[in-house]
């Protein structure tokens, strides 16, 4: 697989996992500003901005650990764009990361990965 194969692999099972506990999607890959989320959904009240890292082996560390500031500035102005275009500017909202192995399909979630 190449990269854009791993990435959406990656993207297709941590939706399937989030959906599983009821999350609901609301977006896939939102680009605004020259950034992009890669899944936005309800999670109940509230609105989650999710950051998908996929690897298929440990050579390039822990998903998480590509989540750097500057990734995570990117997001938010995404975030901020896709909250002022729909008038959700009250909404409560929340930033999570999600590993996935590609190699044994397990998701690691982490709600709550950054904030504002």
Do not use: W
């Amino acid at each position: 697989m190449n990269r854009r194969e791993c990435g959406a692999r990656g993207e297709t099972l941590a939706l399937a996992y989030l959906q599983k506990r009821g999350y609901a999607l609301v977006a896939k890959n939102y680009r605004a500003l020259r950034c992009e989320v890669d899944l936005i959904l309800r999670d109940g009240e509230t609105l989650v901005f999710a950051e998908v890292k996929a690897r298929a082996s440990s050579a390039y560390g822990l998903g998480r650990e590509a989540v750097t500031p500057a990734k995570q500035r990117n997001i938010i102005k995404a975030a901020e764009v896709y909250l002022a275009a729909h008038s959700l500017a009250e909404a409560c909202v929340r930033f999570d990361v999600l590993e996935v192995d590609l190699v044994t399909g397990f998701v690691t979630h982490i709600p709550g990965a950054f904030t504002l």
